[in-house]
């Protein structure tokens, strides 16, 4: 990892250590990614295949998983796996269910009633990630708001395994949360699909889910322009920031590094610590523990554009971690709660040193599907009203019209719209 000193670095230093690895390759990826999602609008299916041969490696022939194969997963799943699932559902339910938001209504003048009503999205799209690992806690994550906001229609795309089948952990997750609706598609093709639509999948009307620089690219790409579809948020590679103190255990904050680290070349991973001390621990920390990981290459590729940082103060590390805004945030430090009113903009933050972010990423009960890339700053995780629309409503009696028409006409004569106006004095008029 490379070692900084913050108050050594000039503006443009500061900006590129905070700039995301995805952003560096972003014009190559957002070329080839349009002409993918033309060629599924064009070809549907066949395109669908013959990506899936380029970049998967597999002859697609039925893309949608059959339920005998639901069933097969489900029933040859090790039990402690499937134990696990049930667990982390349970939990991520109970969260999400908590934090619904209600209808409500409110008189806001005699004789006029406004209220707002929560319907859900009819039919979303679910993409869970099996590029480098298969993901089922995201088939969880995704699942379980969609199930809790009421979604008539849930559609899943996943790549396929090797041998061309879908992940058994992710079919089962779906199967917890109600869904029978999974495709084995990946990546671009998928998103594509679900955007537009093909013989094979349904044209959803919003899209979820995280995924690797292409998957985040497409899915910003569908979301504008003509036949425009929703989307969550820009999800993509992981990132967590790490603030330290002196206290912190140097172990806990290299594992927690590299458990990011781990999910793909372009995830990245920053400490900010005041500390000189902690900053070499976790270094030989990260370097020693990386040794033992399977996925050290992938890791090591992630490390070579993250950061160890020596702040002044930890005052310092909050202006640079809300700058950055990251996915995740670990306060690493003594009392973490009392620096949490510190915290403006991060996707999930981590107090103290016994909570490691991959609790959130499987089973807290939070949500681990985070908005990347800075996209913090104006947007949160998955929740369950990310699956509904908010409808306004408002009924009025002729004495409300009287109460608060004047008011609007006032403001239609300054707007220079007189139909507008004339809507509101016509019936004032026929009222009195
Ligand atoms: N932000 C979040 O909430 C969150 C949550 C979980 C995971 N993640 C991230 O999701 C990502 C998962 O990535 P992944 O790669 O493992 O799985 P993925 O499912 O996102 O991507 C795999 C697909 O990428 C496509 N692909 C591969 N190489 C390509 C190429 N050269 N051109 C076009 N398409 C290509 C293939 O079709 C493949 O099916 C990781 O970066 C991880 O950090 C983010
Ligand atoms: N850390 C990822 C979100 O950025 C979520 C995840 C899933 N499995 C393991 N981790
Ligand atoms: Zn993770």
């Not at 929703?230 to 458990?259: Q, T």
Request: include cysteine; hydrophobic fraction near 45%.
């Amino acid at each position: 990892m490379n070692r900084v000193q913050w108050s050594r670095l000039d503006a443009g230093a500061r900006a590129a250590l905070l700039a995301r690895p995805a952003e560096m390759n972003a014009p190559d990826v957002s070329e080839q990614v349009a002409a993918i999602l033309a060629d599924v609008r064009e070809r549907g299916d066949r395109a669908v295949r013959d990506y899936t041969q380029r970049f998967d490696g597999i002859v697609l022939n039925e893309p949608r998983v059959s339920v005998a194969d639901m069933d097969e997963a489900s029933a040859t799943l090790p039990a402690a796996l499937r134990t696990a699932i049930e667990e982390a559902a349970a939990r991520i339910e109970a969260f999400h269910r908590a934090g619904m938001a209600a209808d409500y209504a409110l008189d806001t003048a005699p004789g006029v009633r406004c209220e707002r009503m929560l319907r859900p999205i009819a039919r979303v799209g679910l993409y869970v990630p099996a590029g480098s690992a298969p993901l089922p806690s995201t088939a969880l994550m995704l699942g379980i708001p969609a199930r809790l906001a009421g979604c008539e229609e849930v559609v899943v795309c996943t790549p396929p395994r090797a041998d061309g089948r879908a992940d058994p952990a992710v079919l089962h997750a779906a199967r917890v949360c109600g869904i029978d609706r999974v495709y084995r598609i990946g990546g671009v093709q998928a998103i594509a699909a679900m955007a537009r639509g093909t013989a094979s999948v349904p044209a959803c009307d919003k899209l979820f889910g995280p995924g690797n620089g292409w998957v985040t690219e497409a899915k910003r790409q569908v979301s504008s322009g003509a036949g425009a579809v929703g989307i969550d948020m820009p999800a993509g590679p992981s990132e967590v920031l790490v603030i330290a103190d002196a206290g912190a255990n140097p172990g806990f904050v290299a594992a927690d590094l590299l458990s990011q680290a781990e999910h793909g070349p372009d995830s990245q991973v920053i400490l900010l610590s005041d500390d000189d001390a902690m900053l070499d621990a976790v270094d030989a920390q990260v370097r020693a523990q990386l040794a033992q990981l399977p996925r050290a290459g992938i890791a090591r590729q992630a490390l070579a554009c993250s950061h160890l940082v020596r702040v002044a103060s930890l005052d310092e590390a909050f202006e640079i971690s809300n700058r950055y805004a990251p996915e995740h945030l670990i306060l690493a430090l003594r009392d973490a709660r009392a620096w949490l009113p510190r915290v403006r903009r991060a996707g999930s933050v981590f107090l103290g040193d016994w909570a490691p972010e991959a609790l959130g990423d499987y089973c807290s009960g939070t949500n681990h599907v985070l908005p990347t890339s800075g996209a913090a700053r104006y947007c949160s995780g998955v929740n369950v009203s990310s699956f509904q629309v908010a409808i306004t409503v408002q009924e009025v009696s002729a004495e409300g019209l009287a109460q608060v028409g004047p008011c609007a006409a006032e403001l239609a004569s300054a707007e220079g719209l007189e139909a507008h106006r004339r809507a509101v004095t016509l019936r004032l008029e026929a009222a009195a």
